[in-house]
């Protein structure tokens, strides 16, 4: 299995980007059973969570992203998508999509994100 990251970019502050991430190699009834996450990892910082879509359905943001980020999931193509508008410059980081299974955690290699002010 493989989380397959992309979207990252150079913004302008205001601006919008779209991160989607494909869960190559896993099964769709897996995808089904797995929480799905963004984090993200700025220098010098700890890595921390953004936006979270349970297998259950329910969402969860971190608070600075509420309002901006909206995160969705494609189980027929087994992808999950971090909408992000209204970038600010602190967004600036590593993003990284994350998978959490029952037995399995996977990550994704992290896609760059740079919002200029």
């Known amino acids: 299995v493989q989380l397959q990251a992309s979207g990252g970019g150079l913004v302008q502050a205001g601006g919008s980007l779209r991160l989607p991430c494909r869960a190559s190699?896993?099964?769709?009834?897996?995808?089904?059973?797995?929480?799905f996450g963004w984090y993200r990892q700025a220098p010098g910082k700890e890595r921390e969570l953004v936006a979270v879509?349970?297998?259950?359905?329910?969402?969860n943001y971190l608070d600075s992203a509420k309002g901006r980020f909206t995160i969705s999931r494609d189980n027929s193509r087994k992808t999950v998508s971090l909408q992000m508008n209204g970038l600010k410059p602190d967004d600036t980081a590593v993003y990284y999509c994350n998978a959490k299974g029952r037995e399995t955690t996977y990550w994704g290699q992290g896609t760059q994100v740079t919002v200029s002010s």
């Open positions: 879509f349970g297998a259950n359905g329910v969402t």
């Open positions: 190699g896993m099964i769709l009834s897996v995808f089904w059973d797995n929480d």
